[in-house]
């Protein structure tokens, strides 16, 4: 596991479903062993696989323990509170929760929504460049570097849309340096929200944000130390934030918030302004533009989480969209914010920031190669390509180019695997000496081999011939003992029976597969001579084992007769162990054994 990347798999607990390969927008899972593991360079923590992962084996880095460390030092922490927490913890007053976090430590909270301050009014100057730049060949279209999740992916896997990203801090950045910049850079930001990424950010500019936590990590912390926010802060103030409240900024997390922001702070009404959240819709909304006739500049609000920030991976619902949209809507309007706005004092800082992540190179695989590894997993020709999905990959092809990649393996086809179990089932059971059947719920016959074909006659043979299988065929007006398989299709059973079939006597052993649906049984002519000679030492061996014991107890009183019995039964075993003896003659009544309500002669 590599737990130095925000999100890892424990791998003891990935069962092999592949449902994270499914769910990842950029495949960037590799299975190997039977295990799902990330692919870091790949990642663009979108933190999906998180919350599908039916077992909960993908994590997320736990930094709470790192924190707590620092708030123990001594130093002034600073928690940059994400706007989303008015929907995240709608039960407490802001007042009550600043009161909660001052109690575990730290020296002082701030909203993050006064970094999106800084960036709206930054991008109203970046959309007016835009405007004039238009005309000189420049990509009429601005995309918002808000989300860390958009920018990985469109620096990674959309690189003709990279010179379009906003040169521009993002707001957590940009509040990062506000916050040290009013006081001191010996402060310490920790960011508390519902997103993965930003513990990538902080990985990334340490120099700026110490540490990342989300809103999972903080509810957990105030159940271990037991700190109850409700009770905390009631005492009335004007912000209970430093250095005050936010502004239009407090919109960012709901989809289209940040377009508001940037109109509150004098945006261009003239300009096209998009906002598009999730995965895929980002995806079609980026290929739809490569084609689309753009007359003025366009501004796209990218967001990786379904409806924005107030649905982010880590929080604790991410339904109810209206009820947040409305909670944000409220805050807003009760809040006085005094941050910087357009038409301020110029910030004593820069929010410059040029986005430089390595775009991701797939290679590429001739056709030969592509074909090789389809014949691996069965795949002969195009109908053979079923495009399942079971794999987790959108077709066949796909799903070979990923072996070639190591991302894949063979055992992640599941028709490869039914179909390679099915070859092994009938081999077997052709090898089997002895009759194989297997039935389903209707007594027709789901395969059998052709020494239970024998064993029911010539008329059974003539149809073997027609129809090597026998799969469908009605076992019902096969033989007589179909009763058998209906006995034992109820219960989770098996059944031992010796029956006649026309001149042979058949032991049966009939047991269930799948209660009320398969049954199976397996058969064999114990008349044949090789049977009986192995019946009988069989049996030999089974009356000594029972009967040594007790004979050296009571030696002394049969005296040489014991010693006679055992002699004579040994020697019936080594007749018949050895293969250059005949079998011995004997009469029916000896060899075949008595069914019941018959006798012998």
């Known amino acids: 596991m590599d737990i130095l990347n925000p999100v890892y798999t424990e791998k003891a607990e990935c069962q092999d479903c592949y449902k994270c390969v499914r769910e990842c927008t950029v495949k960037a899972i590799k299975v190997e062993g039977g295990r799902a593991t990330i692919i870091k360079d790949l990642c663009v923590l979108c933190g999906h696989c998180v919350e599908v992962c039916p077992v909960g084996a993908k994590r997320v880095r736990n930094d709470l323990p ?47 929504a006064r970094g999106a301050d800084l960036v709206a009014r930054q991008m109203v100057t970046l959309l007016e460049q835009t405007q004039r730049e238009k005309n000189s060949g420049a990509p009429p279209i601005l995309i918002s570097s808000a989300c860390p999740t958009v920018v990985e992916y469109i620096q990674k896997y959309r690189p003709s849309y990279a010179p379009s990203i906003a040169r521009c801090d993002s707001p957590l950045l940009a509040h990062c340096q506000e916050l040290k910049t009013l006081y001191g850079e010996d402060v310490l930001v920790a960011f508390i929200g519902p997103c993965i990424s930003k513990k990538a950010e902080a990985d990334t500019f340490k120099e700026l944000l110490e540490i990342a936590i989300d809103f999972t990590d903080l509810r957990h912390w105030l159940e271990e130390e037991h700190v109850f926010p409700h009770l905390l802060g009631k005492a009335p103030e004007d912000t209970p934030f430093l250095p005050g409240c936010a502004g239009p900024g407090l919109l960012y ?42 007359s003025r500049p366009v501004f796209l609000e990218l967001l990786a989480c379904p409806g924005g920030c ?31 706005t357009a038409g301020g004092k110029s910030l004593p800082f820069s929010l410059e920031r040029r986005w430089t992540i390595p775009t991701v190179s797939r290679p590429e695989f001739s056709e030969e190669a592509i074909q090789r590894a389809l014949r691996e997993t069965g795949k002969y020709s195009r109908e ?56 389903d719920r209707d007594l027709r016959i789901v395969e059998c081999n052709r020494h239970f074909v024998q064993l029911l006659g010539d008329e059974a043979e003539q149809l073997w011939e027609a129809k090597p299988g026998l799969e469908g065929a009605d076992l019902t007006k096969l033989c007589t003992f179909y009763r058998y398989f209906q006995d034992i299709l109820g219960v989770a059973d098996t059944i031992e029976r010796d029956i006649r079939q026309g001149k042979r006597i058949i032991h049966g052993s009939f047991f269930t597969i799948e209660q009320g649906q398969y049954a199976g049984g ?43 019995t055992e002699a004579t039964l040994t020697s019936i075993i080594a007749s018949f162990d050895s293969p250059s003896h005949d079998m011995p003659s004997a009469t029916p009544k000896t060899m075949a054994p008595q069914l019941p309500g018959e006798s012998h002669a």
């Not at 918030?257 to 906002?275: Q, T």
């Open 66 to 112: 790192r924190l707590e460390y620092l708030l123990q030092s001594g130093k002034r922490v600073i928690a940059s509170l994400a706007p989303s927490f008015v929907t995240e913890f709608p039960e407490y007053t802001p007042a009550q929760l600043v009161a909660a976090l001052k109690k575990l430590g730290f020296w002082g909270v701030s909203e993050t």
């Open 253 to 294: 997390p709901q989809e289209g918030g940040m377009i508001e922001a940037i109109l509150a702070h004098g945006g261009d009404p003239a300009i096209h302004y998009m906002s598009f959240c999730g995965m895929d819709a980002i995806d079609d909304a980026l290929e739809e533009l490569e084609k689309a006739p753009l």
């Open 310 to 340: 107030i649905n982010g991976p880590r929080t604790r619902n991410r339904r109810g969209i209206v009820r947040k949209r409305l909670l944000i809507s409220s805050y807003r309007t009760t809040r006085l914010g005094n941050s910087i």
């Open 384 to 439: 053979d390509e079923l495009n399942c999905g079971g794999c987790g990959y959108d077709s066949c092809r796909d799903f070979a180019q990923a072996m070639l990649r190591g991302q894949a393996e063979q055992g992640m086809c599941v028709s490869y695997m039914r179909k390679l179990a099915q070859k092994k089932a009938n081999s077997l059971i052709k090898a089997i000496p002895a009759g194989v059947v297997i039935v």
């Open 522 to 564: 397996v058969f064999q002519d114990i008349t044949a001579p090789w049977v009986q000679r192995d019946r009988i030492v069989s049996q030999a061996r089974k009356v000594i084992n029972k009967n040594l014991a007790v004979v050296q107890k009571i030696a002394f009183l049969l005296g040489e007769n014991a010693a006679e």
